[in-house]
């Protein structure tokens, strides 16, 4: 089914709102972590400072030591905070989809509205933010395994993935049947892999967006129409 869901999906990733959700989604993500990248660096300022290693580490030090944090941190999060950002705008791919793919749902759909927006987005940040800092000594144990810091970045995306996807989509049909939970990782797990590929990453948070539309209401689901 999620298979399914993913290929009826990838069409609609060129459908114009899509596009231009991608855009503008990609854009704020971007701007997130260069505003990381300038804030660690003035943290990292401070810190070496406070420890009097400002002059010693100079600013070169300091710029290479914040780059490879931001690098650091892109890597952990860009996946949940490009989906963060995509659920801000992503109302618009879900309901375009609805309305090509599933006309008549799309009548019965809530709109939502920018503040449950805001809401969802918060819930998605703190359940981000609080998974991956339980993770994090985790991550850098498995270092050691070569693949075993990939493997659990993996399963920890697949959830925190799977559960902001069917948010995003469960919050127009508060009527219908929750995704269930297995389907949900599996959605998720996909939307993590598709992060993974080079290219694929970029278009990841509108095809797993429209993806998601496609298990709610098809791809093998009883349809209510």
């Known amino acids: ?38 804030g ?24 290479a030591a914040a780059v490879l944090l931001a690098a650091a941190s892109a890597w952990l999060l860009f996946r949940s905070i490009a989906i963060v950002v995509i659920g801000l705008f992503g109302d618009a791919i879900v309901a375009a989809i609805e309305r090509e793919s599933y006309p008549q749902q799309a009548e019965r759909a809530h709109d939502v509205s920018f503040a449950q927006g805001m809401r969802l ?43 902001d996807l069917a948010d995003m989509v469960e919050a127009r049909h508060p009527e219908r049947p929750p995704i269930p939970k297995g389907t949900r990782l599996a959605m998720g797990f996909v939307s993590a892999l598709l992060f993974l590929v080079p290219v694929a990453n970029l278009l990841a948070p509108v095809w797993s967006a429209a993806m998601a539309v496609h298990v709610l209401h098809g791809a093998g689901r009883k349809r209510d129409d």
């Not at 069409?11 to 997130?32: D, E, G, K, Y």
């Not at 660690?40 to 710029?63: N, T």
Request: charged share 10%; no cysteine; aromatic share 10%.
């Open 121 to 163: 987005a918060l819930r998605s940040v703190l359940r981000t933010v609080g998974w991956n800092l339980v993770a994090l000594p985790f991550y850098i144990a498995l270092l050691v395994t070569g693949v075993g810091t990939l493997a659990l970045l993996l399963a920890v995306n697949a959830y925190l993935l799977g559960r």
């Open 40 to 63: 660690l660096r003035a943290g990292l300022h401070s810190f070496f400072g406070w420890i009097g290693w400002a002059e010693r580490a100079g600013g070169l030090v300091e710029a």
């Open 1 to 38: 089914m999620i298979v399914t869901a993913a290929l009826r999906a990838f069409p609609q990733i060129f459908h114009p709102v899509a596009r231009a959700v991608l855009i503008r989604s990609l854009m704020v993500t971007v701007l997130l972590f260069a505003l990381l990248g300038v």
